[in-house]
């Protein structure tokens, strides 16, 4: 459990001048930090406030009590003692689960922060501890066991900051709330960037018999299979092999590759069984970030790149299912489906690839890094239709910044939009070699993200080989029949 929370200081008091100059009585929002076990340490880099929801409205509001809780307490008037919080756990789980994907390695949403009086803050315990809960499950903390989320209060008259450590166990009760330290200073100057272009190729099976049947089903496996292999991984750190127990200098960004062990065609070998009906091919890279505290171990930047990149891949399909939703009752999307014999967009993911017999194509969006604090770049996730100007916007929005008008200091390392491609097959061997089934026409996917998925055709395909082999035993009999006969022949004479 983290007892000691830092802040850091020029976002606390930013955030502090905001929060006194708005006027309003209450305000929801997410803590945007890391928690180290190593360093046994809390560390607070921004707190964002949640936007309003669809209808206007705030996500935090008080109820049982005055609406100018903040003029009666300006004027020493006692506030009313019924007074609760009222949070909205949905819109406010939604909120971190869209941050969350922006989030790099090293940067995670560790809890939320309650802009209240006293009075309703004791009155709300519970209702806090079960909107930390929603925000933990909206934007988990991958490959760590935390078990707690942060809860920081900012108190009005007088102005005050605490911080609570919240458990999330499966019963919520105010004894889920512990006390912990709470320092301000510069932590983010000690942040040391990592960076790293990964490159995958996965190799999926498709089963007859799967309980898994849907595209986005088996992707979502085969990412969560390849996490682990990938947690066991060597690593490079500029060029030399990384000693674990290493702490790196301030200054620069450190280039990080992976060494995976080579591992055989397993899929493959069992590719003639009958229960295989085709093969799933997933392949290209993502540009990852990692930001870590120069005094924990590269141990630690390795883990969070390792997390980046596995949550960049998720983050990647959960997009395109949002999209697949928002077009489901479309029906210009059904009609597309319908009459095109190339299905393409979203929808794919949410074909059943047993039953599935026409090529399909689905571009995926490319990540895009936009500066944030300090020297600290945050990402979102653009797709082939969608301008720089229309990312800027979204991430203006979610993070609640103003985005500088240029855009000279976007990174935009992914070059090309990721892809997938469906295509039927006609023999085992193509199901053996997958790359052949691509289109050639389309050059450029060789440089980017593919995802091709390969399916057996029907039973006759294989009835040519069955043919040749009764040719070949049929000659051999024939032949030993011959020789018996010549042999008899030359005896009898």
């Known amino acids: ?7 850091e200081e020029s976002q606390v008091k930013l955030a502090e001048n905001r929060l006194s100059k708005s006027g309003v009585p209450c305000q929801v929002g997410l803590v945007i930090g890391n928690l180290s076990g ?18 206007g409205e705030p996500a935090c509001s008080i109820i049982g009590g005055a609406k100018d809780d903040r003029k009666n307490a300006s004027k020493g008037k006692s ?13 406010l789980a939604e909120h971190a689960r869209q941050v969350g994907r922006m989030l790099v390695g090293g940067v995670k949403v560790v809890g939320i922060y309650v802009w209240t009086n006293e009075s309703s803050f004791k009155n709300s315990t519970i209702t806090l501890c079960q909107a930390a809960k929603a925000v933990a499950e909206a934007a988990p903390l991958l490959e760590v066991d935390w078990d707690e989320r942060l809860l920081v209060h900012i108190g009005y008259s007088p102005l005050r900051w605490t911080c609570r450590n919240c458990s999330l166990g499966s019963n919520i009760t105010s004894g889920n709330l512990r006390p912990c330290d709470f320092k301000m200073g510069k932590i983010l100057s000690t942040r040391q960037a990592f960076r790293c272009t990964y490159d995958f190729d996965l190799r999926l099976p498709i089963y007859q018999c799967s309980s898994s049947k ?13 996490a682990k292999e990938l947690k066991g991984a060597k690593a490079l750190i500029d060029g030399k092999l990384a000693n674990e127990d290493e702490q790196f200098d301030l200054g620069g960004v450190h280039d990080v590759e992976f060494l995976l062990p080579f591992m055989e065609e397993k899929y493959l070998e069992v ?6 009906t085709g093969l799933l091919v997933f392949s290209g890279s993502v540009c990852s970030y990692a930001y870590s505290n120069s005094k924990e171990p590269s141990s630690q930047a390795l883990a969070d790149i390792k997390e980046d990149i596995i949550k960049s891949l998720r983050s990647r399909l959960d997009i395109m299912c949002d999209e697949a939703d928002r077009k489901s009752d479309s029906k210009e999307d059904r009609t597309e489906e319908s009459n095109n014999q190339i299905l393409s967009g979203s929808a794919v993911l949410q074909l059943d690839l ?10 995926f969006p490319r990540r895009v890094f936009l500066p944030w604090l300090a020297d600290i770049f945050l990402c979102d996730y653009i797709q082939p239709s969608e301008s720089v100007e229309v990312l800027m916007d979204h991430f203006a929005e979610l993070m609640s910044l103003e985005f500088p008008s240029i855009s000279s200091k976007i990174l935009e390392p992914e070059a090309e939009a990721p892809a997938l491609v469906l295509s039927t097959t006609k023999s085992f061997q193509e199901v053996s070699t997958p790359y052949a089934l691509l289109p050639k026409s389309d050059d450029s996917l060789s440089n980017q993200n593919k995802a091709a998925t390969i399916l057996r055709s029907d039973q006759k395909s294989t009835n040519p080989a069955g043919f040749d082999f009764m040719i070949a035993v049929l000659v051999l009999v024939v032949s030993v029949v011959v020789g018996f006969v010549v042999f008899f022949v030359r005896s009898s004479s």
């Open 354 to 363: 047993q039953l599935q017999r026409k090529h399909c194509s689905m571009s």
């Open 79 to 91: 506030l009313p003692h019924s007074s609760a919080l009222f949070i909205d756990k949905d819109w």
């Open 38 to 55: 190593k360093l046994d340490r809390g560390f607070i880099f921004d707190l964002i406030p949640t936007p309003l929801n669809d209808n």
């Open 214 to 226: 849907r595209l986005v089903d088996i992707l979502h496996h085969g990412i969560s299979i390849h």
């Open 271 to 276: 590719c003639s069984q009958k229960e295989i």
């Open 1 to 7: 459990m983290v007892k000691v929370v830092v802040g």
